[in-house]
Structure formats: C-alpha cells, structure tokens
C-alpha cells in the first residue's frame, strides 16, 4: 500500500510558541489553532473530512483514555467527525478480528492497539490464513505504568524487578505435579513481551520452565482469584484491584523493567488512511488534543470518573486513580507515593506520543527473539513501511506544537538489568541475550 496520499498541513499564519499552546486548555486550544488556520474553522465547508467519522476500539484499559477523553468532550465532533465511535473490543483477539472486518463490514477502522499489533497484521502473523493487513502507526498512546503481577502463593518470596527467585519456586511446583502458568493478553504483544523479558532476565524460560496463556485484561483478576495462572502482566486498572482485592502483588511495574517504555498505539488500517487523508489527520489532532488534557494531573481525577463509568470501563475509581498519579500500591504493604511511574500521555515536546520508529525497531527485534519473526526480517523496511511519524508531524503543526521531537531514534534504549539495546544494531541485541529462541 503506497504511502504517498497524504493530508496536506494546515499552515498557520502566526505559529503560537509550545508554551501559549500547553497553557491553552483543551477546547481553547483546539479553537485558537482553529482560528488561526482558517477563518471558517480548521475544517470549513468543502475542506473538511472525506467522512463524517468511523469506528474505533478500545480494550477496557487506563491508556485507551485519550480515545475516551476525545469522544466525550466532543473533539471528534470539533474536527469534522461528528459520527466518531469508540467501541469496546471483548479481547485482543476480538480486536484483531474486528480490524479485519473493517468498518464497512460492522469491525472496526483502528483503535487503542498493542505497538507490535500493526506488525504482526500487517505481516499476516497473527491473521486468519496469515492474510496480511496493511496497518498504519499513527501516533503512541502512552508510555509505562503496566504492571507484573504475581499470586499471593508466592508473596513471602523476594519477588520484585528481579524475578529469579520464582525459578526454584516454579520447578518445585511442576515437580510435584501441577502447571505453572503466566498469562498475557495476546501473543507477541507488548504484555507477552514484558513478562518475557522479566522471567528471562531471572533465569526463567517463559517457553520451558512454565506456560504462557492468553487472557482478556478484564478477566485477569477473577482467573488469579481462582487460580488459573502463577503470574500475569496486562496494563491497570487491573494491577491495582487485583491488590485491593487482596489475591495478588505487584512484584514491579513495565516502567522500572524499561522506563518510558512504549506501550498502546493509535494503528489504523492503512487503506482507510490512504482513502481518507483529511479524516485520519482530523481523528489525530482530536486524540493528541485529548492526549494533551490526559497528560496533565489536575485532570487526573475527571479522567478516572470517567473512563470508570459503566459504558466505558465499569471499574471503581480507587482502582483507577493512584496509579495515574505516580501513586503505587503493590500490595505486601509496600506503597510508594508520587513516583515518576505514573501513566504519560503526551511528554515534553510530545516525545510520549511521537511514534518514535526506533522503539518500534526494538519490538520487532524481540518478536524475532521469540520465534514471532524469521531471524532474515528487514527490520528497518517494515518499520518505514508501517510507522507514520510523517504525518504525526503535519498533526502536531496543525494544532500549533511547533517544538517536537527531531529525527526517528529516541537513541539506545537500557533496561533495568543493563541490558542495552542501539536501534542501529538490533542484531547485537539478540547476540546478548542467554534465552532467546534463535541462535
């Protein structure tokens, strides 16, 4: 699928500065670079989206907000997309199904998505008859503030960062007859590949010392409570009630494994992207708006009441609000108060949505550790094919950002065990890990 069919920019006569922009709040902000692009409004008659809106989805998690937030306080509706819906997907699984399907067959178009998703479509890995799905990237949702949890069975042993004391816990266990389980939400996914990275960095091979499964991010909770895994790793709320409700801990959040680590994308189809330029770029500037409000904490509260609501997550605010304030409880008493772990939105500069190719590089270069990807895969030619940092930038001059990140590389990337990864050199990454499953 070509790249080459794009929106065109909106230009702004009189560029406001980073700082005017950030201090505009929300809907101010979107109507003063409205202004200033057009007389008649960013969209006017005859300019405006191709379509009136589409269909996007969202698992029932804390970074799927900004898709929320945009939905609910109308700026979908401001941009041109007064038919925007946001639809509630049961699973990964559902999701990618749905993606399949497209709007125009009762699916979907896009949404709140895993970051390695748009890969494993586009690719046709995870796909029914491996038929390929031209995806997009178009800008990240968030970073970190996913959570490793583990049942209460192991909560006397010293299980933090460093997971190896599960090892001789886990070989007893099997020893004696009975599975050991760690769960994620989907195969190849960013959960998958943190809990991975975790084990394997204490020793563990997720694919021989125990069994990965699948479960739904809302179904976490009640299948630790009876049972049916040793571990999981999904993003929150589902990490802090499994602590309130007292069947588990958090043995440590994704943030302390890799800091502002990347996490949810806004993909898209990129056929409905091509065919529809000014609406893709409209469905953008309303999410980085509402990524913009989510980012800062005296909105942290109305956030939580509202993605909790009935219709979207269901889901008290106590399991919601200390953790996107930096406040984490893991369970075991040990609580730690305004951290720098909470959920980001939008960064400086708007680094946190900046789909960075560099950090999509690592998670093709991991999936290829894990048998997802052959070891012969043209990393850079599938990131250049799928990530969309082009058009994040006429997004982000149309709403007046004028200061962004600069380039494709966020540099080399280090992990909590020293483990560092240069995007320039993905093979030496894979060189110098002890479990993988290439050679």
């Known amino acids: 699928m070509t790249k080459t069919v794009q929106s065109r920019a909106l230009v702004l006569p009189v560029k406001p500065s980073?700082?005017?922009?950030?201090?505009?709040?929300?809907?101010?902000?979107?109507a003063a670079a409205a202004k200033l692009a057009l007389p008649n409004g960013?969209?006017?008659?005859?300019?405006?989206?191709?379509?009136?809106?589409?269909?996007?989805?969202?698992?029932?998690?804390?970074?799927?907000?900004?898709?929320?937030?945009?939905?609910?306080?109308?700026?979908?509706?401001?941009?041109?997309?007064?038919?925007?819906?946001?639809a509630k997907q049961a699973s990964w699984g559902a999701t990618r199904d749905n993606m399949a399907l497209g709007f125009?067959?009762?699916?979907?178009?896009?949404?709140?998505i895993l970051s390695p998703k748009p890969y494993l479509y586009g690719t046709g890995k995870v796909m029914q008859n491996?038929?390929?799905?031209?995806?997009?990237?178009?800008?990240?949702?968030?970073?970190?503030?996913?959570?490793?949890?583990?049942?209460?069975?192991?909560?006397?042993?010293?299980?933090?960062?460093?997971?190896s004391a599960l090892k001789d816990a886990f070989a007893r266990k099997k020893a004696a007859g009975k599975e050991v389980?760690?769960?994620m939400t989907f195969p190849g996914g960013t959960h998958d590949l943190w809990i991975r990275y975790w084990l394997a960095a204490g020793g563990i091979d997720p694919d021989s010392d125990l069994a990965t499964i699948v479960v739904p991010p809302?179904?976490?909770?009640?299948?630790?409570?009876?049972?049916?895994?040793d571990c999981f790793c999904v993003g929150e709320p589902w990490n802090e009630q499994l602590v309130n409700q007292n069947i588990g801990f958090t043995a440590a959040t994704t943030g302390e494994i890799w800091f502002r680590h990347p996490e949810k994308v806004l993909g898209m189809r990129a056929d409905v992207v091509d065919q529809n330029p000014k609406?893709?770029?409209?469905?953008?500037?309303?999410?980085?708006?509402?990524?913009?409000?989510?980012?800062?904490?005296?909105?942290?509260?109305?956030?939580?009441?509202?993605?909790?609501?009935?219709?979207?997550?269901?889901?008290?605010?106590?399991?919601?609000?200390?953790?996107?304030?930096?406040?984490?409880?893991?369970?075991?008493?040990?609580?730690?108060?305004?951290?720098?772990l909470l959920m980001k939105f939008w960064g400086e500069n708007g680094s946190t949505s900046y789909p960075w190719k560099s950090l999509d590089a690592w998670?093709?270069?991991?999936?290829?550790?894990?048998?997802?990807?052959?070891?012969?895969?043209?990393?850079?030619?599938?990131?250049?094919?799928?990530?969309?940092?082009?058009?994040?930038?006429?997004?982000?001059?149309?709403?007046?950002?004028?200061?962004?990140?600069?380039?494709?590389?966020?540099?080399?990337?280090?992990?909590?065990?020293?483990?560092?990864?240069d995007p320039a050199a993905p093979l030496d990454y894979l060189k110098s890990l002890k479990i993988k499953r290439v050679a």
């Not at 390929?132 to 933090?160: A, H």
Request: glycine residues 10%; neutral net charge; proline residues 4%.
């Open 218 to 229: 809302a179904q976490m909770v009640a299948n630790m409570k009876v049972g049916t895994m």
């Open 363 to 421: 998670f093709v270069t991991e999936n290829i550790r894990w048998g997802k990807f052959e070891t012969n895969t043209d990393i850079k030619a599938l990131v250049d094919k799928t990530n969309r940092s082009d058009l994040w930038l006429e997004a982000a001059k149309a709403l007046g950002v004028t200061d962004t990140p600069k380039g494709d590389s966020r540099g080399v990337e280090t992990f909590f065990d020293g483990v560092t990864f």
């Open 42 to 86: 960013a969209f006017a008659q005859g300019t405006g989206p191709e379509i009136k809106g589409t269909r996007l989805g969202y698992i029932a998690l804390t970074d799927a907000a900004p898709l929320i937030i945009a939905k609910e306080k109308g700026l979908y509706a401001k941009y041109g997309l007064p038919d925007m819906d946001i």
């Open 279 to 340: 609406a893709a770029m409209a469905i953008m500037m309303a999410t980085m708006e509402a990524q913009i409000w989510c980012e800062k904490m005296e909105n942290k509260q109305e956030m939580a009441e509202i993605i909790g609501r009935r219709q979207w997550f269901n889901v008290p605010v106590p399991d919601i609000i200390g953790r996107i304030k930096g406040d984490i409880n893991y369970g075991r008493g040990k609580i730690a108060k305004n951290t720098n």
């Open 181 to 183: 389980k760690a769960a």
């Open 18 to 30: 980073r700082r005017d922009f950030l201090n505009l709040t929300g809907a101010a902000a979107v």
């Open 130 to 163: 491996s038929q390929p799905l031209p995806m997009y990237t178009l800008l990240r949702l968030n970073e970190d503030c996913q959570g490793l949890s583990v049942s209460n069975e192991y909560k006397d042993l010293p299980v933090g960062t460093d997971s």
């Open 104 to 112: 125009k067959n009762n699916g979907i178009d896009g949404g709140h």
